[in-house]
């Protein structure tokens, strides 16, 4: 076993005893859109090397947060796992890599890259479809924990004619549906890949969204870039997990609040205002409801 295994696997057993037990269901959400670095085949973060078998940044994600999620509780291995920001679903839908969720961590990187291979890429993408798809099974299995990963390398569409200050209708979208989730046992961690994922940080106003307890972001590329060799898997570990169990703790006392059905899907409005007089919400308009903060 080597080191960086053995480090997570520590990792894992920690956040065991913290939890004492508390079971966790897993569900990825890869985007597929089209990075602005992809200029050749090879700079495609999606891109499957099965010549020198060198993972991608997204199968490494999904074998170290698999392999950690999964080895706090033993017993339990299913793994769901949705694709989205293709150009079947675009920023409107999501789409299952299988009928079934994946058995454990191999089944869930064999089929991504499957996925990976066939999904062809879009420009324009929203958050918003998969964080309210984990949200109904956050809804319809509420004995457990659930923890949302979406593993994206740009951030949420937003056109150049948005002002400073407002939403575009996509980060709207993505906006309201993270507001909707904390209402549920439900923990969303937005990993960011790539050299260009550092703007996710400054879409969507992340750093106001991560003022809710149910959302935080980790930039696995830095993480990797500037951790010590040896310990980078387990630095990224710990950052995706250093909340999880405060988030729990949270939203179980509150799991007498949560409500019966699961808020409905917005409606998408176009990329661009209609009008040149159309205002865009605000961050500050979305932002009115704190009481479960």
């Known amino acids: 076993m080597s ?38 085949r090879e700079n495609n973060l999606h891109y499957i090397d099965d010549d020198e078998n060198r993972p991608n940044a997204y199968e490494n994600v999904i074998k170290i947060i698999g392999g950690t999620v999964n080895g706090i509780n033993p017993d339990y291995k299913s793994i769901y796992c949705f694709g989205f920001g293709d150009a079947t679903t675009h920023h409107l839908d999501i789409f299952r890599f299988s009928n079934e969720p994946c058995n454990g961590v191999k089944e869930a990187v064999k089929q991504y890259r499957h996925a990976a291979k066939t999904a062809r890429p879009t420009e324009r993408v929203s958050y918003g479809p998969i964080i309210r798809k984990a949200t109904c099974i956050a809804s319809e299995d509420r004995d457990k924990h659930h923890v949302l990963v979406i593993i994206a390398s740009e951030p949420v569409t937003r056109s150049f004619d948005i002002k400073r200050g407002q939403l575009s209708p996509d980060e709207e979208n993505t906006y309201r549906a993270i507001k909707d989730a904390r209402n549920f046992r439900l923990s969303i961690v937005l990993v960011g890949v790539g050299e260009t994922n550092a703007n996710m940080k400054n879409g969507l106003g992340i750093s106001r969204c991560c003022k809710y307890n ?69 961050l500050s308009d979305l932002d009115t409801d704190t009481s479960l903060v």
């Open 3 to 40: 080191i960086c295994l053995w480090r997570t696997e520590l990792v894992s057993t920690g956040l065991r005893g913290i939890l004492r037990g508390e079971p966790i269901n897993l569900i990825f959400g890869i985007c597929f859109n089209r990075s602005r670095s992809w200029t050749v």
């Open 214 to 282: 149910n959302f935080n972001f980790v930039d696995y590329t830095q993480i990797m870039r500037d951790s010590p060799l040896g310990r980078k898997e387990t630095d990224f570990c710990v950052a995706l997990t250093e909340n999880l169990p405060s988030q729990i703790r949270k939203r179980a006392s509150l799991s007498n609040l949560i409500p019966e059905e699961v808020p409905s899907s917005v409606d998408y409005p176009p990329l661009l205002t209609s009008s040149p007089n159309a205002t865009q919400p605000c």
